[in-house]
């Protein structure tokens, strides 16, 4: 199939990533590539336009800075829809503190960005107190935000919740002595561990909703089959923080070569790590039932689900061969459930194999092992990997948890000064 003329399932959910990229990269990354600082405060700014997970501006003698934006995306629609909004006040707060920490950085504060066209008390005391909860795991400040009133701009949601969007914009420092990573230094033999996610986290929700409500016609209240879980629980689970795990790493002494935030892109965001080699992934934790369902629903190949679904895996660190099982006791008393995923291969390009559910890929496509996976357009565009044997001496996976969103009693949240509405 020539992905250059047949739409993605994904694209024809209404998510073309592959045409946003290569449209990012002729429209946008010229003009964004020539912004400059000009203040002499500010000496080097690294992972600017890049595609990386985070940016970071060097302001000396202080330490360098890590700089991110991120939104909840259209898993709002079903929160909307669900009358349950603190889970996206949880993503929001994770999409973000987890880009920052890729870059070895510690997250230090959120500003929040909410477009809506009405005021609703009640939405946003949920929104906002599934904020304090990402906060609050994460181990970080909301200082501020702004609060858009835009409703010529938005869909009509006369008869219902408001309707609204959430973003946030996180800024974190890289501790003294400690350098911060961008994957450069990730060498073949390195050891992949994966944390288990909850589930979809905030990516993957328009071909999620296609498949589900439009192609099976399923509802919110139907069963994921054999779990007794509903499909707004399974759905709306927010988006695991990672924070904990990544600083019980650099406690322990260990140095990570490289840390993956999986989101949108699912395992082939291994390849945003600066180093030109390849990852053989043998071992996969089990995907949350929820994606076999999405898949059945919507007949969607797994080539597809995997380049768009975290699939159960939210987090990637990769480890020298000496520091795996340090890393791994860090991570057990952090709270997590590690997996030896793999290992990094010396075959460049970047690409990304999964021998286990047998396929191969690069850029933003995976195809079946030993097919080429089609170049896609956007500027990643690698040599095809050569599938290499399967790793057969890895351990089998324990199931991943899935944490419920805490409810627990909360004071009366004080007020901001710097949050205040915009009227447009």
């Not at 987890?98 to 909410?114: F, K, Q, S, T």
């Not at 069963?223 to 879980?229: E, F, L």
């Not at 053989?280 to 039932?289: N, R």
């Amino acid at each position: 199939m020539d992905s250059d003329q047949t739409p993605s399932s994904y694209a024809r959910a209404g998510v073309d990533e592959e045409h946003e990229q290569d449209v990012f990269a002729r429209a946008m990354r010229p003009w964004l590539a020539r912004t400059k600082v000009r203040s002499p405060l500010v000496t080097q700014i690294t992972g600017l336009a890049s595609g990386y997970f985070a940016t970071l501006m060097h302001i000396p003698p202080g330490p360098p800075l890590a700089l991110t934006t991120d939104g909840v995306g259209t898993k709002i629609l079903l929160a909307r829809q669900a009358n349950r909004w603190e889970p996206v006040g949880i993503d929001c707060v994770a999409n973000n503190v987890n880009d920052v920490i890729c870059v070895g950085a510690v997250p230090l504060a959120l500003l929040d960005y909410m477009a809506t066209d009405r005021i609703d008390e009640a939405v946003l005391a949920d929104v906002a107190r599934g904020l304090y909860l990402g906060a609050d795991e994460a181990g970080i400040a909301i200082p501020g935000g702004e609060i858009a009133q835009i409703g010529a701009m938005l869909a009509d949601a006369a008869g219902g919740p408001p309707m609204l969007d959430l973003v946030g914009t996180a800024i974190g420092a890289v501790p003294p002595g400690r350098t911060p990573v961008d994957g450069s230094q990730v060498r073949p033999g390195d050891v992949i561990l994966a944390l288990p996610s909850s589930g979809l986290h905030s990516n993957g929700f328009s071909l999620a909703r296609q498949a589900l409500f439009e192609a099976a016609g399923l509802t919110l209240a139907d069963q994921v089959p054999g779990t007794g879980q509903r499909l707004d629980d399974a759905l709306l689970a927010p988006t695991r923080v990672y924070v904990r795990a990544a600083e019980a790493l650099w406690e322990a002494g260990v140095v990570p070569r490289g840390l993956v935030h999986i989101s949108g892109g699912g395992l082939l965001n291994l390849a945003r790590l600066a180093a030109d080699v390849s990852y053989e992934l043998g071992t996969l934790p089990p995907p949350p039932p929820i994606f076999a369902l999405i898949a059945e629903a919507g007949a969607i190949p797994p080539a597809a689900m995997y380049a768009t679904f975290n699939m159960g895996t939210g987090f990637c660190v990769v480890v020298s061969p000496s520091q795996a099982e340090a890393a791994l006791d860090a991570l057990k008393r952090a709270g997590e459930q590690p997996i030896r995923i793999g290992t990094v291969t010396d075959r460049p390009g970047r690409s990304v194999s999964l021998p286990a559910v047998g396929l191969a890929g690069r850029g933003d496509t995976f195809s079946p092992r030993g097919d080429d996976p089609p170049r896609p357009p956007r500027l990643r565009g690698l040599p095809a990997p050569v599938p290499p044997a399967p790793d057969t001496g890895a351990a089998r996976p324990r199931p991943p948890r899935h944490p419920a969103t805490p409810a627990i009693p909360l004071p009366p949240p004080p007020r901001f000064a710097g949050k205040g509405p915009m009227i447009a």
